[in-house]
Structure formats: C-alpha cells, structure tokens
Nanobody, 124 residues
Framework: QVQLAESGGGLVQAGGSLRLSCAGSGRTFSGYPMGWFRQAPGKEREFVAA????????VLADSVKGRFTISRDNAKNTVYLQMNSLKPEDTAVYYCAANTAGPFTTTPREWDYWGQGTQVTVSS
C-alpha cells in the first residue's frame, strides 16, 4: 500500500519555525515531484512548494519565498519543509503530495498521491 505520512506540525508563535517531514512508503518516488500544499478553513487547497526529484530543483509559492525551504532525501524517500518566520496567515492543514501522473504542475487535482495532512497553527 502506497502511503505518504506527514509529521512535524503543531502550534507556534508568529516568527517561529517548524519543520515538516513526509515519508513515502510502498513505492519509490524517485524521478517524480514531491511537494506540499495547504488548506486553511474555508479556503481552497493551495500549492506551497515542490521539488523535482531527479533534478533537485525547487518551486515555491510567492507567499512563502524567502521563508520556507523544501528539501528531500532520496535514500529515505522523504521530503521536508522548513518553515521560518511563520505568520498567522500560514495557519492551515499542510498536505504532502506526489505527482506521478503527468508533467509538473502546481494544480492540486493533478497530483495523485496525498498524505493525511498535519495541522500548523501560528498564533499572533
């Protein structure tokens, strides 16, 4: 069974940091993009960051550039999201995802594997 398991969410004050991890199991995602999306209450799921597995290049949403960093460990089939200078507007459920179905995209519905999500809450 293919699974993506997130960890590392929690409650943090504005300006603080959190590191999210996502471990894949059941298959390797080598050669495919892995990334993070988030969904705040009452809002649509939105793209946050992704890494193209084979090249290592990364893509970040404008709202998190300069504050978030995505990285991956091929050997562990794991992707990380380092979140610094967190703001209350970063509060959301963060989802790990993998895109094996087609060309790279930041559109959530085009990604075919999803984790269960981890809550990140930033207090002001």
């Amino acid at each position: 069974q293919v699974q993506l398991a997130e960890s590392g969410g929690g409650l943090v004050q504005a300006g603080g940091s959190l590191r999210l991890s996502c471990a894949g199991s059941g298959r390797t995602f080598s050669g495919y993009p892995m990334g993070w999306f988030r969904q705040a209450p009452g809002k649509e799921r939105e793209f946050v960051a992704a890494t193209r597995w084979s090249s290592g290049s990364t893509v970040l949403a404008d709202s998190v550039k300069g504050r978030f960093t995505i990285s991956r460990d091929n050997a562990k089939n794991t992707v990380y999201l380092q979140m610094n200078s967190l703001k209350p507007e970063d509060t959301a459920v963060y989802y790990c995802a993998a895109n094996t179905a087609g060309p790279f995209t930041t559109t959530p519905r085009e990604w075919d594997y999803w984790g269960q999500g981890t809550q990140v809450t930033v207090s002001s």
